[in-house]
Structure formats: structure tokens, C-alpha cells
Nanobody
Framework: QVQVVESGGGLVQAGGSLRLSCTASGLRFDGYTMGWFRQAPGNEREGVSS????????YYADSVKGRFTISRDNAKNTLYLQMDSLKPEDTAMYYC???????????????????WGQGTQVTVSS
């Protein structure tokens, strides 16, 4: 059984930083692309970033490019999202996803991801 658990969310002022973590068990972690999604109240869930199995390629939503950095430590079965220069519009529940199936250009399609965590809340105050 695959388990995905996010942590690291919290309340931060605009301009601040947070680092989210995601651990996944029950699967060969280094065999899968991993991703981060977020969902703000009243909005659909959207892709934030993804990283290929060995970390060779990373992808970002335009809204976070240059501010967020995705990385992974396969020895620790852990995915990270370093979020800098946070803005109030980054406020959302952040979800980790794994077992992606598709071409790289499809990473934003949540239907392509099989396993999800419960999410960690990020709130950015102005």
C-alpha cells in the first residue's frame, strides 16, 4: 500500500520562505516522477511543480517559476519544495503526488497521478 505524507506547511508573511517535505512509502521511490499540486478555496487543484525519478528534469508552473525549487532525496524517499518570496496568492493546500503516468508535457493533469497525500496548508499573510 502506497502512503504519501506531506509536512512543512504553516503561516508565513509575504516575502518569507517555507520548505515542504513529502515522504512516500510502499513503492520504489526512485522509480517515479513526483509532483506538487495546490488548491486554494474555490479553485481547482493546479500543478505547481514536478521532478523526474532521478531528478534530471524539473517543471514549474509559470506562477512559481523563479521562486519555488523542487528537489528530491531518493535515499530518504523524500520530495521537497522550497518556496521563497511567498505571496498571498500562494495560500493553498499543497499536495504531493506520485506514480505519474504520461508524457512530461502532461504533468499538470492530475488524472495522470495515482497516489496523493492529505495535503499541508500554506497560508501567506500580506
Amino acid at each position: 500500500q502506497v502512503q504519501v505524507v506531506e509536512s512543512g506547511g504553516g503561516l508565513v508573511q509575504a516575502g518569507g520562505s517555507l520548505r515542504l517535505s513529502c515522504t512516500a512509502s510502499g513503492l520504489r521511490f526512485d522509480g517515479y516522477t513526483m509532483g506538487w499540486f495546490r488548491q486554494a478555496p474555490g479553485n481547482e487543484r493546479e500543478g505547481v511543480s514536478s521532478i523526474t525519478s532521478l531528478g534530471s528534469y524539473t517543471y514549474y508552473a509559470d506562477s512559481v517559476k523563479g521562486r519555488f525549487t523542487i528537489s528530491r532525496d531518493n535515499a530518504k524517499n523524500t520530495l521537497y519544495l522550497q518556496m521563497d518570496s511567498l505571496k498571498p496568492e500562494d495560500t493553498a493546500m499543497y499536495y504531493c503526488a506520485t506514480r505519474f503516468s504520461g508524457s512530461p508535457s502532461q504533468w499538470r493533469d492530475e488524472r495522470r497521478w495515482r497516489d496523493w497525500g492529505q495535503g499541508t496548508q500554506v497560508t501567506v499573510s500580506s
